[in-house]
């Protein structure tokens, strides 16, 4: 079978052993996989060399075409979703110890025409949804969706700040006016925020015009502050973040799209506040199954900003890298 590989010189399509599935694992036939900011990175080899060359990305959407023996909770036919953290992390508080996530360190990943992993790491799909839509809930909309209803509590009438209008905020801005909050988002572009407020976006800040976005998040809250940010800036956002969320907030910590080190301006914004930080690493099956339910139920479609084919791979991870896209970008098979 056909996959895309991360090597140094760039992903790279190759022929690989078709995958025959042992007696736990369920044969899918992926038909759509999206990207991520992390596939960036990982395709960079920016954070060190991967031990070998495996197969690129985390997140895809396809229909089961066979099962091994002992599987008994898919069948053929039905449409599926891989969890990030492949296998072991079913529900509550993450894992502790070796975190192994499809499509990074020496773990392939699904950008190939089939992939088998054990019964344990799918969820089905939501009915309405198409594949390439499909393909998008694995990391983002499942990390966005722990952030506000796992690890945080978000309720009808907060305030939530998105950052920015990629996978992960528009996921928080949808979850945010699903729960009834008022939404604040950030974004570079006047164009990206007008698209936003076609998604319920309340409250519009061009981050480049007014860097100080988080006085004006304090403003638009009468001075109050923000019930709930969803962290990917990182580095130069962060003690933004703190300062725009109200005494007794939360902050999900989960990008680092400026950087990882920490503002040196974060402890005196911090101090006294009270504001509960929190780190997100996307979520467990669970939180990937309630979310499915609340998507089917409210008939909610993710954000897809542009398909590519197979063969456009490259031009796929292109686009992200330019930072063009609104929402998600996939190919589909
Ligand atoms: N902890 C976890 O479990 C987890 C899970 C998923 C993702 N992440 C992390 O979360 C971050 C976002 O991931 P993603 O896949 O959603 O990324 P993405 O789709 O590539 O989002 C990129 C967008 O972020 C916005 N952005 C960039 N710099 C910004 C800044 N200084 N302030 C505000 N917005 C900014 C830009 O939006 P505009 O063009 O509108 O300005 C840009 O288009 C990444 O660091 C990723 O590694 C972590």
Same mark, same amino acid.
């Given at each position: 079978?056909? =996959?895309?590989?991360?090597?140094?010189?760039?992903?790279?399509?190759?022929?690989?052993?078709?995958?025959?599935?042992?007696?736990?694992?369920?044969?899918?036939?992926?038909?759509?996989?999206?990207?991520?900011?992390?596939?960036?990175?990982?395709?960079?080899?920016?954070?060190?060399?991967?031990?070998?060359?495996?197969?690129?990305?985390?997140?895809?959407?396809?229909?089961?075409?066979?099962?091994?023996?002992?599987?008994?909770?898919?069948?053929?036919?039905?449409?599926?979703?891989?969890?990030?953290?492949?296998?072991?992390?079913?529900?509550?508080?993450?894992?502790?110890?070796?975190?192994?996530?499809?499509?990074?360190?020496?773990?392939?990943?699904?950008?190939?025409?089939?992939?088998?992993?054990?019964? *344990?790491?799918?969820?089905?799909?939501?009915? *309405?949804?198409?594949?390439?839509?499909?393909?998008?809930?694995?990391?983002?909309?499942?990390?966005?969706?722990?952030?506000?209803?796992?690890?945080?509590?978000?309720?009808?009438?907060?305030?939530?700040?998105?950052?920015?209008?990629?996978? @992960?905020?528009?996921?928080?801005?949808?979850?945010?006016?699903?729960?009834?909050?008022?939404?604040?988002?950030?974004?570079?572009?006047?164009?990206?925020?007008?698209?936003?407020?076609?998604?319920?976006? *309340?409250?519009?800040?061009?981050?480049?015009?007014?860097?100080?976005?988080?006085?004006?998040?304090?403003?638009?809250?009468?001075?109050?502050? @923000? *019930?709930?940010?969803?962290?990917?800036?990182?580095?130069?956002?962060?003690?933004?973040?703190?300062? =725009?969320?109200?005494?007794?907030?939360?902050?999900?910590?989960?990008?680092?799209?400026?950087?990882?080190?920490?503002?040196?301006?974060?402890?005196?914004?911090?101090?006294?506040?009270?504001?509960?930080?929190?780190?997100?690493?996307?979520?467990?099956?669970?939180?990937?199954?309630?979310?499915?339910?609340?998507?089917?139920?409210?008939?909610?479609?993710?954000? @897809?900003?542009?398909?590519?084919?197979?063969?456009?791979?490259?031009?796929?991870?292109?686009?992200?890298?330019?930072?063009?896209?609104?929402?998600?970008? @996939?190919?589909?098979?």
């Amino acid at each position: 079978m056909k =996959a895309w590989e991360v090597h140094p010189a760039g992903w790279t399509l190759v022929e690989r052993d078709e995958p025959i599935p042992e007696p736990h694992e369920v044969l899918v036939q992926v038909k759509a996989a999206s990207l991520n900011y992390r596939d960036l990175i990982i395709a960079r080899q920016s954070r060190g060399p991967l031990p070998r060359a495996i197969i690129a990305l985390s997140d895809s959407a396809g229909q089961v075409i066979a099962t091994g023996h002992e599987v008994t909770r898919l069948k053929v036919g039905q449409r599926v979703a891989a969890c990030f953290f492949a296998q072991h992390w079913l529900e509550g508080a993450a894992p502790t110890g070796p975190r192994e996530a499809l499509g990074g360190g020496n773990t392939d990943g699904v950008l190939a025409e089939r992939i088998a992993l054990h019964e *344990d790491a799918f969820v089905t799909l939501p009915d *309405d949804l198409a594949f390439e839509e499909a393909s998008t809930l694995p990391c983002a909309g499942v990390t966005a969706w722990h952030a506000y209803y796992a690890s945080g509590h978000l309720k009808p009438g907060d305030v939530a700040l998105l950052q920015g209008t990629g996978g @992960v905020s528009i996921f928080g801005l949808q979850f945010a006016k699903l729960a009834g909050a008022r939404a604040i988002l950030t974004s570079s572009s006047d164009v990206k925020l007008q698209r936003a407020r076609q998604l319920g976006a *309340d409250d519009l800040v061009n981050y480049q015009v007014v860097p100080g976005w988080d006085e004006r998040a304090l403003a638009l809250t009468g001075g109050a502050g @923000v *019930d709930a940010v969803l962290e990917v800036g990182g580095r130069d956002t962060l003690a933004r973040s703190v300062r =725009a969320t109200r005494p007794g907030g939360f902050i999900s910590l989960i990008g680092g799209l400026t950087g990882f080190d920490r503002d040196p301006g974060l402890r005196e914004a911090a101090l006294g506040k009270g504001v509960h930080m929190h780190d997100i690493y996307v979520g467990s099956r669970r939180d990937f199954e309630d979310m499915n339910r609340a998507i089917a139920f409210h008939h909610l479609h993710p954000v @897809v900003d542009r398909v590519f084919s197979f063969a456009q791979a490259r031009e796929a991870l292109a686009y992200l890298e330019s930072g063009l896209h609104f929402g998600k970008v @996939v190919i589909r098979l």
